[in-house]
T-cell receptor
Framework: GNSVTQMEGPVTLSEEAFLTINCTYT??????LFWYVQYPGEGLQLLLK?????DKGSNKGFEATYRKETTSFHLEKGSVQVSDSAVYFC???????????FGTGTSLTVIP | DVKVTQSSRYLVKRTGEKVFLECVQD?????MFWYRQDPGLGLRLIYF???????EKGDIPEGYSVSREKKERFSLILESASTNQTSMYLC?????????????FGDGTRLSIL
């Protein structure tokens, strides 16, 4: 079956620190992979995506590379800001199906 | 930009009431979804729909039903609300399956059942 596992939170970092949030997946086919971000009191927003192996998704300084050999899609940012404080969700969708499979979310707090 | 609108941001109801949560999308998407979000459990799929008048059970459909009379609107119904249905409810929509098609989310409804 399909599933997503992401690192447990919460994560607390100082401003300008390097961020990594780990995400691994299990899929029966060839999924697309996504990172969503949820700011306090809001719904989920698409942050970035990758649709095939070795693709790199990027947006707002965040990056993630689709690694088929390790079934991973780790989220990274070189220098976090206070405004990056949010909950981050890793997700996958099978390209032949309509459902998404989400990780449990990782809460990030960035302190000045 | 895709807009998914949920009718209420906050809602307080009493045990036993019938509760309606409404969701409207403006991008003519075929697929619509209802999730609930609870701390430590992430998003859990309640129901989804691929077309008008069509519905499929998700992972946790018990105590819920849905209605999709028009393509743009997908309603979640709590038949007889209970305290364990206190949660954040998120609606999402997406185009038909295809490479990299994301789901688009509303801002959520925080529902409290007293």
């Amino acid at each position: 079956g399909n599933s997503v596992t992401q690192m447990e939170g919460p994560v607390t970092l100082s401003e300008e620190a390097f961020l990594t949030i780990n995400c691994t997946y299990t899929a029966t086919g060839y999924p697309s992979l996504f990172w969503y971000v949820q700011y306090p009191g809001e719904g989920l927003q698409l942050l970035l995506k990758a649709t095939k192996a070795d693709d790199k998704g990027s947006n707002k300084g965040f990056e993630a590379t689709y690694r088929k050999e390790t079934t991973s899609f780790h989220l990274e940012k070189g220098s976090v800001q206070v405004s990056d404080s949010a909950v981050y969700f890793c997700a996958l969708s099978e390209n032949t199906g309509n459902q998404f499979y989400f990780g449990t979310g990782t809460s990030l707090t960035v302190i000045p | 930009d895709v807009k998914v609108t949920q009718s209420s941001r906050y809602l307080v109801k009493r045990t036993g009431e019938k509760v309606f949560l409404e969701c409207v999308q403006d991008m003519d998407h075929e697929n619509m979804f209802w999730y609930r979000q609870d701390p430590g459990l992430g998003l859990r799929l309640i129901y989804f729909s691929y077309d008008v008048k069509m519905k499929e059970k998700g992972d946790i459909p018990e105590g819920y039903s849905v209605s999709r009379e028009k393509k743009e609107r997908f309603s979640l119904i709590l038949e007889s609300a209970s305290t364990n249905q206190t949660s954040m409810y998120l609606c999402a929509s997406s185009p038909p399956s295809g490479l990299g098609q994301p789901q688009h989310f509303g801002d959520g409804t925080r529902l409290s059942i007293l």
